[in-house]
């Protein structure tokens, strides 16, 4: 494996696992003994696929099961490896450094045969028959790299990117990013309210502030490509504090929903000026391609811009409605005739930097005052409090954690923790409903200031596209994973789990802190406790597991 293969790797299959080792060279003093060792690599390759209801309910159809196979390649797109075939295949490489990558292969199921296969309309591609007996050709993007543990592919935008919209309709993306530019100049309001810029004259040496720039691009989803013409530049002093795709209604209830781009801005001017906002609502549309510039098919259309009352910090959409916040209020607008027309608001705390929908409840994140829970009546045009969290907490992020037919709220705040909220009115400490209970904390060393979620991926490839796919899981299955990103550049995920499953998990997770040496003596379990600023009265919460922990 590896660079022109020069890494030999010994792999074996015992039962459903799979072992791999690394063969070095080792000097021993003996003549007749092999000066060669072998090394146990750590991967997490799982081969026996978990028997879920669905899966029960397929086998009863005569599936065959196939016994998982291993199939070394060369050169597959420049890379050399191994390819496991069988009902979880999984390819194999190995970095140019040494480290072993597994990824999966779930797009079509199982996958019964596999070989390397160079054609003329095929460079360096490969064929395997996938689970319904179907016979495919296909290459390994050249454009991925496969050297981390996701497949990365690297878009030089040559600005920072702050918000990437995907717009369903047309299969592209919105994607916000700024520029930093020196700036000579200063705001400032004269007596008759009107605002001028003065210009600072100083020496060369003098450190003049730096000023972004933003402006809003159009890529395609293919080969994230800049579609000419489609730039949006904002004006100076003026930043995007969010921008989202919201699906809205039209003028009638029953009309079909509608994709746009939403933006949402502020001016910063210093603090002689008080500072206003925007929001911004864009409809992509397909115009006809300019011949020498085939990518410009699409192009953004300006649909609604108008200043309000305060600045928009955050947007989101509910029920084919716009939620805001501008200054310290929640809006909920209606899209009609190109104008925004308001159907209910709410006054809120201090700083609203986080809005989260689900259906008609609505979870905002205030800088101090930790979260609040809302529900929205359409039919009343209301936006009433359900319930908050009463303890003051600087939160970064916020967001739901679905369970079956369970729903909790997680947010990351300045001090490294992760904490789920539930709503629990029965309970007494609830004081009937209206505060949130604290569930489970945990601190993961590293800010979180972005959230979203994702369906449980089903590995069996062959049930996606039947309608019956949806029924076949259990309740318990219907899960929703709570991917996270961190500003030290980390990504990490959150896993609802079975009862049952939890609590042999949490024996096994205590046994390993004292059973296992750790790095430099730390403690894990002193590590993943949450830290509270000051004096706390509140015992921590320990209900989730380290991964890291279970699998080192």
């Not at 991925?144 to 309709?169: E, G, I, M, Q």
């Not at 739901?400 to 369970?406: A, I, L, P």
Request: charged share 20%; glycine share 6%; aromatic share 10%.
């Amino acid at each position: 494996m590896g660079w022109k293969r020069r890494r030999p790797h010994l792999l074996t299959l015992i039962d459903d696992d799979l072992f791999i080792y690394s063969a070095f060279p080792f000097q021993t003093d003996h003549k007749t003994a092999l000066k060669l060792r072998f090394s146990k690599l750590q991967h997490e390759v799982l081969i026996k696929k978990k028997k879920t209801r669905s899966n029960k309910l397929l086998d009863m159809d005569a599936h065959p099961h196939y016994t998982p196979k291993i199939q070394p390649f060369r050169n597959i797109a420049g890379y050399s490896g191994i390819f496991l075939v069988g009902e979880l295949p999984y390819w194999l490489f190995l970095t140019t450094h040494g480290a072993l990558r597994t990824h999966p292969m779930y797009l079509d199921g199982k996958v019964t045969c596999f070989a390397p296969f160079n054609n003329v309309n095929c460079d360096n591609g490969f064929l395997y028959f996938s689970s319904g007996d179907e016979l495919r050709v296909s290459t390994l993007p050249t454009t991925l790299s496969y050297d981390n543990h996701w497949p990365v592919k690297k878009v030089n935008l040559r600005a920072t990117p702050h918000f990437v919209a995907y717009h369903n309709d047309t299969k592209t993306y919105a994607v916000c990013t700024s520029t930093p530019s020196l700036n000579p100049m200063m705001p400032k309001m004269q007596n008759n309210l009107d605002k001028e810029e003065v210009n600072i004259e100083e020496d060369d040496n003098f450190p003049y502030p730096s000023l972004n720039w933003y402006s809003i691009t159009l890529y395609t989803r293919e080969g994230w490509e800049v579609i000419p013409d489609s730039r949006i530049d904002f004006p100076k002093y003026e930043r995007v504090t969010c921008m989202k795709y919201m699906e809205l209604s039209g003028e009638q209830m029953g009309e079909q929903l509608k994709g746009y781009v939403v933006a949402g801005t502020m001016s910063s001017m210093g603090e002689e000026v008080s500072a206003r906002g925007k929001i911004m609502i864009f409809d992509v549309m397909e115009v006809v391609p300019d011949p020498e510039k085939p990518l410009s098919g699409f192009k953004f259309k300006c649909l609604y811009d108008k200043e309000q009352k305060g600045p928009v910090t955050e947007i989101d959409c509910i029920m084919g409605h716009i939620i805001s916040a501008i200054g310290q209020k929640l809006y909920v607008w209606s899209f009609l005739n190109n104008d925004l027309v308001g159907v209910a608001f709410i006054d809120t705390q201090i700083y609203i930097h986080s809005i989260s929908v689900i259906k008609n409840f609505v979870l905002y994140a205030d800088i101090t005052k930790s979260i609040s829970l809302l529900n929205f009546d359409k039919d009343c045009k209301t936006l009433s409090v359900v319930s908050r969290d009463n303890q003051p907490n600087e939160v970064y992020r916020s967001e739901y954690v679905v369970d079956g037919t369970n729903l909790g709220f997680m947010v990351s705040d300045s001090n490294c923790n992760l904490i789920i909220y539930a709503y629990q009115p029965e309970a007494v400490e609830s004081s009937g409903g209206m505060r949130l209970i604290r569930k489970s904390d945990i601190n993961i060393g590293a800010h979180v200031n972005s959230f979203f979620r994702t369906g449980i991926r089903i590995h069996d490839g062959s049930i996606l596209g039947t309608t019956t796919a949806s029924s076949l899981l259990h309740p318990s299955e219907k899960r929703h994973v709570t991917w996270m990103a961190s500003l030290d550049g980390a990504l990490g995920s959150f896993l609802p789990l079975a009862e049952k499953r939890y609590r042999r998990l949490f024996m096994l997770h205590n046994k390993l802190v004292t059973a296992v040496p750790h790095v430099a003596g730390l403690n894990p379990k002193k590590f993943r406790t949450a830290k509270m600023p000051g004096r706390w009265l509140m015992n921590p919460n320990r209900n989730i597991l380290d991964y890291q922990l279970l699998t080192n």
